[in-house]
């Protein structure tokens, strides 16, 4: 079996990393220069700005991966995932140039991982996610996952593969129904009124699933 630390995968990881910089570098700059349109952010150059969260996020995800590991196999305690959580975060604002506490951390997600940058004006407010569960026969998706959003708001969440980011998005297109919660869209139920939700949104799964029609 090869080294993950291969020259091989070495070479693979960073044709990855240039690959997702390049696809999330300017869908970033758009949301930070929105941000400074809007008197929310405080940079110099949108474009600069992104490339740097970029790779912090780059960094975060993969240290947030290695902390979720080590706390399963209970190496680390919670104080340090959330040191961890915190120090990144804090990065995050003084980046933007926001003020501490502007980014906050949905505390209920699994693992708690999932972080939420939240800014834009507040016109009304949808509730995408009430107590949202998701099991795979004995392995959780999500767990009593709850989070609202603003109307002219730019709302995104990170975390490692595995944190429910997926499950979480699908559950909300309907393409996986949720073992209890509600969730709800424009006041629309995710699931019973999937096809209205779909004539309102933009979804592009990074997989391949059948959409419910």
């Known amino acids: 079996m090869r080294s993950g630390n291969s020259d091989g995968n070495a070479l693979v990881r960073e044709k990855l990393r240039r690959l997702t910089e390049r696809i999330m570098v300017p ?20 474009n600069e700005t992104a490339t740097v969260l970029v790779s912090l996020m780059e960094g975060f995800q993969q240290k ?26 804090e990065a995050f604002e003084r980046i933007l140039g926001i003020p501490k506490g502007s980014i906050t ?17 507040s016109n009304g407010s949808n509730h995408p996610g009430r107590n949202l569960t998701k099991s795979y ?31 979480t998005i699908r559950t909300l297109m309907a393409l996986l129904r ?28 990074g997989a391949r699933g059948s959409i419910r029609t």
């Open 27 to 46: 869908l970033l700059a758009t949301i930070v220069k929105q941000g400074v349109d809007e008197g929310a952010f405080r940079v110099d150059s949108p």
């Open 64 to 89: 947030a991966t290695d902390l979720f590991i080590a706390r399963q196999a209970g190496t680390v305690s919670l104080e340090v995932v959330k040191r961890s959580v915190a120090a990144n975060t």
């Open 105 to 121: 951390s949905q505390r209920r997600a699994n693992p708690a991982f999932l972080v939420w940058l939240r800014k834009g004006r």
């Open 137 to 167: 026969g004995s392995k959780r998706g999500i767990s009593e996952v709850s989070f609202e959003v603003q109307e002219g708001e730019v709302f995104g969440f990170l975390g490692p593969n595995g944190a429910g980011k997926t499950t």
């Open 178 to 205: 949720a073992d209890s919660g509600t969730a709800t869209i424009a006041g629309l139920d995710c699931w019973k009124r999937s096809l209205e939700i779909k004539r309102l949104v933009g979804y592009m799964p």
